[in-house]
C-alpha cells in the first residue's frame, strides 16, 4: 500500500485508499491513478532536514523535544503539517491565541478555530494517514506564499504605456455608471465632486497622458472593483469580453500603476485610495469563490501583509490623528477620516481571513467617525463642519460598519482590559458577557440606522437586511464557541435548539437578500459573506431530525435557499458547493429511510424536493463524465480512521453504535457517515 494519497484524489481533497488503483480512481473512469514518485531515502531526507528547521534532533529518540527556552512541541506526530507550541496550549486552551507550526514555518493565530482539535484532545486518535494527508495539503494551499506574490507591483515594467491601456470612451462611461451604481456606496473614500476631474478625463480624452501615477492607479483600481461587481453577461455585453480578461488586465495594470507610483512611500492620499479597492479586490476574490484563483499572484498572506504597508504609510501622513487636531478644513478632516476607518474595516476582514486580529485596534488612535452627511454638504471651502443628517445618507452603509468598529473598541473586560473585536472567540469570556455586547450593538444599530430605513429604497434595504444578519451571525459564532467548549453529553438540549434556530435564521437573511430584485446590484458584495457554516449546521440537523416535525421546516428552508441563490448549483465556481451537496443527498437519504418506516402515516411528505434530485444528478455528472442517472445513490459505507467499515444510516447523535460522536468534533475528523466529505475543509472556512 503507497504511503501517499494519489495526485486525482490529493486535487479532489478526498479521501484515498491508497491502493493500485485506489477505489475512487476506479470509480471515476477518466482519472488516472498515479502516486508521487518519492522515494523513502529522499522522503527521510525531507523530513530531517524540516526536524532541523524546527530546532529539533533527527539523532533523537525524544518525541518531546524544546524548540526554544519557553516552548516545545506537542504531541502531534512528527508526520503532521501543524504544530502546536505547549505554552500556547496551555495559556490558550481550545481556542484564543496560538503558534502553530505549517509546513515548517511557525505562524501566530489570533483565532486558533481551524486547529481547535489538535489544542483540546490532541491528533485524534482515529484520524487516517489519508485525512492527515488531506489537512497537509489544505494547509500547504494556503499557507504558502506565491514566489511572485506582489512583484508585478515593486517592480516597474517599461514596455507598459498605462496612458494607451485606458478603455475607450464609451466603456469608461459605462464602467463609471457602474462604479456609481453597484460600488460606490460601499466605498465612500472619496467625494463625488473630487472624482469629477478623473471622471470626465476618463470619458472624454483618448489620451490620458496628464495623469499622474498615482491618478492612473486609482482609477484602474476603480475600474478593477468595478468589474468585480459585474456578471459575465454585463461584461459581454457592456465591452464583449469575458470577466475573467478583464479583472486580469486591470490589475495588471493597477499592479503596474502602484509601482510607479512608488506605494511603498508614497505621500499621496489617492495612493491610500487605490490600495484600499485593490486589496477589496483581492479579498473579495479570496473568500468569495474560495478557489484561491489569484494564488500564483498574491496569497492571503501577502495581501496581510501589503495591509501593513498601507497601514504604515496611512500612519506616517496622520490619518490616525483626527484632522482637527491637526488645525485642518472640514473637506480634508472628513476625507481622511473616510480613508481611516475603510482601511480599519478592511484589515479587520482580512485578518479574520488569515486568522489574526490587528493590533491596531487597541492602539490609542483618535481619528473620529465620518459625519452622516451627503457630499453635497461640504466642499473644499467649507469652513464650518455641516451639522450631521437624520436618517439613511449615501454614508450610512459604510457608516454603520465603522460604527460597530468603534464600539468594540470601547469594550472593557470587569477588571478594565480591552476585550477587542475577537471577544465572538474568547472562551474565558462568559456567555452573560457576550450576551449583554451583543445587545448594545444589536439596539445601537436599531437606534442609529435600522429604525430610519425605508424597505422601498434599494440601499436602505441592503443597511437593513446586511446589518441584521451581521449580528444574527455574531450570535452564532458566540453560540458555536460555547458549543465547541462543551463536551456533547453535557450540552443542553436547550443549547442546540437555539444555535439550530440561529443558523437557520442566518440562511433566512441570505434568502432575503438574494430574493429582493431591486438589490440585485449590491448582491456581489453580501454574497461574499455568505454563512458556509451555518448551512453544514442545518444540513447536518437535517439529518438528524430526519424523523421529526422539524425535519419539514428544514428542508424547506434548505430548499427555498437553493431557489433564491442559484449559483449554488454551480460546482465549478466554488468547491465548496459540491462539498455542501454530498451533505445534502446522503441527509436527504436518510430523510427517505426515515420516511419508508412509516409510508401511510408519511405518504404526503416523500416527494423529493427538485433541488436534491437536480444535486444527485450534478453529482453523478461531476463523478461519472456526464452520464445522467435516474437516481444518485450515496455510498452504503464509508471508511473510518482504522479501516473499519459502519453503515451510512446511523443517526448522528445518540444511537448505541455512535455516543462518542459529536458534531463539533466531527468538523475535524472523518465523519463515517458521510463518504468522501472533508469535515476539515468546512471547518477551516471560520
Request: with cysteine.
Given at each position: 500500500?503507497?504511503s501517499q494519497a494519489?495526485?486525482?484524489?490529493a486535487?479532489?481533497?478526498?479521501r484515498c485508499d491508497?491502493?493500485?488503483?485506489?477505489s475512487?480512481?476506479?470509480?471515476?473512469?477518466?482519472?488516472?491513478?498515479?502516486?508521487?514518485?518519492?522515494?523513502?531515502v529522499?522522503?527521510?531526507?525531507?523530513?530531517e532536514?524540516l526536524?532541523?528547521?524546527?530546532g529539533?534532533n533527527?539523532?533523537?529518540s525524544?518525541?518531546?523535544?524544546?524548540?526554544?527556552?519557553q516552548?516545545e512541541?506537542?504531541?502531534?506526530?512528527a508526520?503532521?503539517?501543524?504544530?502546536?507550541?505547549?505554552?500556547?496550549?496551555?495559556?490558550?486552551?481550545g481556542?484564543?491565541?496560538s503558534?502553530?507550526?505549517?509546513?515548517?514555518?511557525t505562524v501566530?493565530?489570533?483565532?486558533?478555530?481551524?486547529?481547535?482539535?489538535?489544542?483540546?484532545?490532541?491528533?485524534?486518535?482515529?484520524?487516517?494517514?489519508?485525512?492527515?494527508?488531506?489537512?497537509?495539503?489544505?494547509?500547504?494551499?494556503?499557507a504558502?506564499?506565491?514566489?511572485v506574490?506582489?512583484?508585478?507591483?515593486?517592480?516597474?515594467?517599461p514596455?507598459?504605456?498605462l496612458?494607451?491601456?485606458?478603455?475607450t470612451?464609451?466603456?469608461a462611461?459605462?464602467l463609471?455608471?457602474?462604479?456609481?451604481?453597484?460600488?460606490?456606496?460601499?466605498?465612500?473614500?472619496?467625494?463625488?465632486?473630487?472624482?469629477?476631474?478623473?471622471h470626465?478625463a476618463?470619458?472624454?480624452?483618448?489620451?490620458k497622458?496628464?495623469f499622474?501615477?498615482?491618478?492612473h492607479?486609482?482609477?484602474?483600481a476603480?475600474?478593477?472593483?468595478?468589474?468585480?461587481?459585474?456578471s459575465?453577461?454585463?461584461?459581454l455585453?457592456?465591452?464583449?469580453?469575458p470577466?475573467?480578461?478583464?479583472?486580469?488586465?486591470?490589475?495588471?495594470?493597477?499592479?503596474?500603476?502602484?509601482?510607479?507610483?512608488?506605494f511603498?512611500?508614497?505621500?499621496?492620499?489617492m495612493?491610500?485610495?487605490?490600495?484600499?479597492l485593490?486589496?477589496?479586490r483581492?479579498?473579495?476574490e479570496?473568500?468569495?469563490?474560495f478557489k484561491?484563483?489569484n494564488?500564483?499572484?498574491i496569497?492571503?498572506?501577502?495581501?496581510?501583509?501589503l495591509?501593513g504597508?498601507?497601514?504604515?504609510?496611512a500612519e506616517?501622513?496622520?490619518?490616525?490623528r483626527d484632522?482637527?487636531?491637526?488645525?485642518?478644513?472640514?473637506?480634508?478632516?472628513e476625507?481622511r477620516?473616510?480613508i481611516?476607518?475603510?482601511l480599519?474595516?478592511?484589515?479587520?476582514?482580512?485578518g479574520?481571513?488569515?486568522?489574526?486580529m490587528?493590533?491596531?485596534?487597541k492602539?490609542?488612535?483618535?481619528?473620529k467617525?465620518?459625519?452622516?452627511?451627503?457630499?453635497?454638504?461640504i466642499?473644499?471651502s467649507?469652513?464650518?463642519f455641516?451639522?450631521?443628517?437624520?436618517?439613511?445618507?449615501?454614508?450610512s452603509?459604510?457608516?454603520?460598519?465603522?460604527?460597530?468598529?468603534?464600539?468594540q473598541?470601547?469594550?472593557?473586560?470587569?477588571?478594565?482590559g480591552?476585550?477587542?473585536v475577537?471577544?465572538?472567540?474568547?472562551?474565558?469570556?462568559?456567555?452573560?458577557?457576550?450576551e449583554t455586547?451583543?445587545?448594545?450593538l444589536?439596539?445601537?444599530l436599531?437606534?442609529?440606522?435600522?429604525?430610519?430605513?425605508?424597505?422601498i429604497?434599494?440601499?436602505?434595504?441592503?443597511?437593513?437586511l446586511?446589518g441584521?444578519a451581521?449580528i444574527?451571525?455574531?450570535?452564532?459564532?458566540?453560540?458555536?464557541?460555547?458549543?465547541q467548549n462543551t463536551?456533547?453529553?453535557?450540552?443542553?438540549e436547550k443549547?442546540?435548539?437555539?444555535?439550530?434556530?440561529?443558523?437557520?435564521?442566518c440562511?433566512?437573511y441570505?434568502?432575503?437578500?438574494?430574493?429582493?430584485?431591486?438589490?440585485?446590484?449590491?448582491?456581489?458584495?453580501?454574497?461574499?459573506?455568505?454563512?458556509?457554516s451555518?448551512?453544514?449546521?442545518?444540513v447536518?440537523?437535517?439529518?438528524?431530525?430526519?424523523?421529526?416535525?422539524?425535519?419539514?421546516?428544514?428542508?424547506?428552508?434548505?430548499s427555498?435557499?437553493y431557489?433564491?441563490?442559484?449559483k449554488l448549483?454551480?460546482?465549478s465556481e466554488?468547491r465548496?458547493r459540491?462539498?455542501?451537496?454530498?451533505?445534502?443527498?446522503?441527509?436527504?437519504?436518510a430523510?427517505e429511510a426515515?420516511?419508508?418506516?412509516r409510508?401511510?402515516?408519511?405518504?404526503?411528505?416523500q416527494?423529493?424536493p427538485?433541488f436534491v434530485?437536480?444535486?444527485?444528478?450534478?453529482?453523478?455528472?461531476n463523478?461519472?463524465?456526464?452520464?445522467?442517472?435516474?437516481s444518485?445513490?450515496?455510498?452504503?459505507?464509508a471508511?473510518?480512521?482504522?479501516?473499519a467499515?459502519?453503515?451510512?444510516?446511523?443517526?448522528?447523535?445518540g444511537?448505541?453504535?455512535?455516543?462518542?460522536?459529536?458534531?463539533?468534533?466531527?468538523?475535524?475528523?472523518?465523519?463515517?457517515?458521510?463518504p468522501?466529505v472533508?469535515?476539515?475543509f468546512?471547518?477551516?472556512?471560520?
Amino acid at each position: 500500500m503507497k504511503s501517499q494519497a494519489c495526485t486525482p484524489c490529493a486535487k479532489r481533497k478526498v479521501r484515498c485508499d491508497r491502493g493500485e488503483p485506489c477505489s475512487n480512481c476506479k470509480r471515476r473512469k477518466r482519472d488516472q491513478c498515479i502516486y508521487p514518485d518519492v522515494s523513502s531515502v529522499d522522503r527521510i531526507k525531507q523530513l530531517e532536514a524540516l526536524v532541523r528547521k524546527l530546532g529539533g534532533n533527527p539523532e533523537s529518540s525524544d518525541e518531546d523535544y524544546p524548540i526554544d527556552e519557553q516552548a516545545e512541541t506537542s504531541s502531534v506526530p512528527a508526520h503532521a503539517s501543524v504544530r502546536l507550541h505547549r505554552d500556547s496550549r496551555e495559556h490558550f486552551p481550545g481556542a484564543g491565541p496560538s503558534l502553530v507550526e505549517e509546513d515548517g514555518e511557525t505562524v501566530y493565530l489570533e483565532s486558533f478555530a481551524r486547529h481547535s482539535w489538535e489544542s483540546k484532545h490532541g491528533m485524534p486518535p482515529n484520524r487516517s494517514s489519508s485525512s492527515r494527508e488531506k489537512d497537509h495539503f489544505r494547509l500547504s494551499t494556503l499557507a504558502s506564499p506565491s514566489s511572485v506574490a506582489l512583484e508585478s507591483m515593486i517592480y516597474r515594467d517599461p514596455s507598459i504605456d498605462l496612458s494607451s491601456r485606458h478603455p475607450t470612451s464609451q466603456h469608461a462611461a459605462g464602467l463609471w455608471s457602474a462604479f456609481h451604481r453597484n460600488v460606490k456606496p460601499f466605498f465612500k473614500i472619496f467625494f463625488d465632486w473630487e472624482l469629477d476631474r478623473l471622471h470626465t478625463a476618463a470619458t472624454l480624452h483618448e489620451v490620458k497622458q496628464e495623469f499622474a501615477p498615482w491618478e492612473h492607479a486609482f482609477v484602474f483600481a476603480l475600474y478593477l472593483i468595478t468589474v468585480v461587481s459585474l456578471s459575465q453577461e454585463e461584461c459581454l455585453a457592456l465591452f464583449d469580453r469575458p470577466r475573467s480578461s478583464l479583472l486580469t488586465e486591470y490589475q495588471m495594470l493597477c499592479e503596474q500603476a502602484l509601482a510607479r507610483s512608488s506605494f511603498l512611500g508614497s505621500s499621496e492620499i489617492m495612493v491610500l485610495q487605490a490600495l484600499s479597492l485593490y486589496i477589496t479586490r483581492i479579498l473579495h476574490e479570496l473568500i468569495e469563490t474560495f478557489k484561491w484563483a489569484n494564488i500564483e499572484r498574491i496569497s492571503s498572506r501577502s495581501l496581510w501583509s501589503l495591509m501593513g504597508v498601507v497601514l504604515r504609510n496611512a500612519e506616517r501622513l496622520g490619518l490616525h490623528r483626527d484632522g482637527t487636531c491637526l488645525g485642518l478644513s472640514p473637506a480634508d478632516t472628513e476625507r481622511r477620516r473616510r480613508i481611516w476607518w475603510q482601511l480599519q474595516q478592511l484589515d479587520i476582514a482580512l485578518g479574520a481571513k488569515c486568522g489574526n486580529m490587528p493590533m491596531m485596534l487597541k492602539a490609542d488612535w483618535d481619528a473620529k467617525l465620518p459625519l452622516n452627511i451627503e457630499d453635497d454638504d461640504i466642499t473644499p471651502s467649507t469652513k464650518v463642519f455641516p451639522k450631521e443628517r437624520r436618517g439613511i445618507t449615501s454614508m450610512s452603509y459604510c457608516l454603520w460598519t465603522y460604527w460597530v468598529v468603534s464600539v468594540q473598541r470601547s469594550f472593557r473586560r470587569e477588571d478594565g482590559g480591552s476585550v477587542g473585536v475577537s471577544w465572538l472567540t474568547d472562551r474565558s469570556l462568559p456567555r452573560n458577557s457576550k450576551e449583554t455586547i451583543l445587545e448594545r450593538l444589536e439596539n445601537g444599530l436599531n437606534n442609529y440606522f435600522f429604525q430610519f430605513c425605508d424597505p422601498i429604497k434599494p440601499l436602505d434595504s441592503v443597511i437593513q437586511l446586511t446589518g441584521r444578519a451581521f449580528i444574527c451571525g455574531m450570535r452564532r459564532m458566540s453560540m458555536q464557541t460555547l458549543a465547541q467548549n462543551t463536551e456533547a453529553p453535557n450540552r443542553p438540549e436547550k443549547l442546540e435548539k437555539e444555535f439550530l434556530d440561529v443558523c437557520m435564521k442566518c440562511l433566512e437573511y441570505d434568502i432575503a437578500m438574494n430574493s429582493n430584485r431591486a438589490i440585485r446590484h449590491f448582491m456581489w458584495r453580501a454574497n461574499g459573506f455568505f454563512q458556509w457554516s451555518a448551512l453544514v449546521y442545518v444540513v447536518v440537523e437535517a439529518r438528524r431530525h430526519a424523523d421529526t416535525p422539524k425535519a419539514k421546516e428544514i428542508w424547506d428552508l434548505i430548499s427555498d435557499l437553493y431557489a433564491a441563490i442559484p449559483k449554488l448549483m454551480n460546482f465549478s465556481e466554488d468547491r465548496r458547493r459540491p462539498h455542501i451537496a454530498e451533505l445534502i443527498v446522503a441527509a436527504w437519504s436518510a430523510r427517505e429511510a426515515s420516511l419508508l418506516e412509516r409510508p401511510q402515516q408519511n405518504a404526503h411528505l416523500q416527494q423529493k424536493p427538485a433541488f436534491v434530485a437536480d444535486l444527485e444528478a450534478k453529482l453523478w455528472s461531476n463523478d461519472n463524465c456526464g452520464q445522467q442517472p435516474s437516481s444518485y445513490e450515496p455510498q452504503e459505507t464509508a471508511a473510518v480512521g482504522n479501516g473499519a467499515s459502519v453503515p451510512t444510516s446511523y443517526d448522528f447523535y445518540g444511537q448505541p453504535e455512535m455516543t462518542n460522536v459529536d458534531f463539533f468534533e466531527m468538523m475535524l475528523t472523518d465523519d463515517p457517515l458521510l463518504p468522501n466529505v472533508d469535515w476539515s475543509f468546512w471547518e477551516s472556512l471560520d
